[in-house]
């Protein structure tokens, strides 16, 4: 049972990245990023075979999978920050279907469906089967909590209030002499780099990656934190992380308790479950359990002038 919540608590910890991911470039700047999983892959094949094939430590791996993150992310979108809504949410999750479709057919690179096995962990021959988990929990914790203090000063920042201002009204920021096209992708390669930071601590955390662990499915789940904890609010999506996590594991054991249903209609139903929550959240809490605290004016007092 322990060794269960410490690997739930951990995954959390990575979803949480991803939130933080999430809500700079949806929360904060107001794009759609349907191709969150895609540079969740990208990152997590880019350690993997930085230490792996290239013979790198760990910790370079692990920069490799936020450069390479950011790179990706600024070429991506170089050619498609000018689109806005629904047009940036289409393109982004072909973005992500052609890097999972990449993964899988590209076998000199990725070694295809089979996967990329034997990813590094750190220390786990001196820490053991036993231990290792403990300190891959506390060193994810740790990373999450730098992340998360980087990210909530960000937002307090003058570069965090021309995303918002980008976001409420992108005309008027660029009026106001704001260069909106370069905000917007400083803002997706910062938001490209922490989810391939992620993707690179899943990997070694899992020991083993494959196409079938990128799936459009995981944008659906981060999505559901980020609405689920507070759109444009750090804590708010890293809280909703853990609380999806808690959701998931939690439907996993109700399914299951459902009877005359075989296992891949439990499946099925949990994820008809995530589905209804995410809907009920929009319905009931659109502003999230941790709403966005919102900079109003101060009311200003004009003297009443007597005639």
Do not use: C
């Amino acid at each position: 049972m322990t060794s269960y919540l410490i690997f739930i608590i951990t995954t959390a910890g990575i979803y949480g990245l991803l939130t933080l991911s999430l809500n700079l470039i949806w929360g904060s700047a107001g794009m759609v990023n349907l191709g969150l999983v895609g540079f969740f892959a990208v990152g997590a094949y880019a350690s993997a075979l930085l230490t792996t094939m290239g013979g790198l430590p760990i910790w370079a791996g692990l920069l490799g999978s936020i450069v390479i993150g950011a790179a990706v992310g600024v070429l991506a979108t170089s050619a498609t920050l000018r689109l806005r809504g629904d047009y940036l949410a289409i393109t982004t999750l072909g973005f992500a279907e052609v890097v999972r479709l990449v993964a899988l057919n590209e076998r000199w690179l990725t070694n295809g469906s089979d996967g990329v096995p034997g990813i590094p962990r750190p220390f786990f021959a001196e820490l053991g089967s036993q231990n290792f988990p403990i300190f891959y929990l506390l060193l994810v914790l740790a990373i999450l909590a730098v992340t998360f203090l980087g990210m909530r000063r960000l937002d307090t920042a003058p570069f965090g209030r021309v995303l918002k201002a980008i976001r409420e009204d992108e005309e008027l920021a660029g009026f106001a002499g704001k260069r909106v096209v370069r905000f917007k992708m400083i803002a997706f390669a910062i938001s490209a780099a922490l989810a391939g930071l992620a993707g690179g601590l899943y990997g070694h955390f899992q020991s083993y990656i494959s196409p079938d662990h990128f799936q459009p499915l995981l944008t659906i789940y981060i999505f559901l934190a980020v609405t689920a904890g507070g759109v444009g609010r750090p804590f708010g999506g890293v809280a909703g992380a853990f609380v999806v996590i808690a959701f998931l594991e939690g439907t996993r054991f109700l399914a299951e308790l459902i009877p005359g249903i075989s296992l891949a209609q439990a499946a099925s139903v949990r994820e008809m479950m995530v589905g209804l929550a995410l809907v009920l959240v929009l319905q009931f809490r659109p502003q999230g359990i941790l709403p966005e605290k919102r900079m109003t004016a101060p009311h200003i007092k004009t003297a009443e002038v007597k005639t």
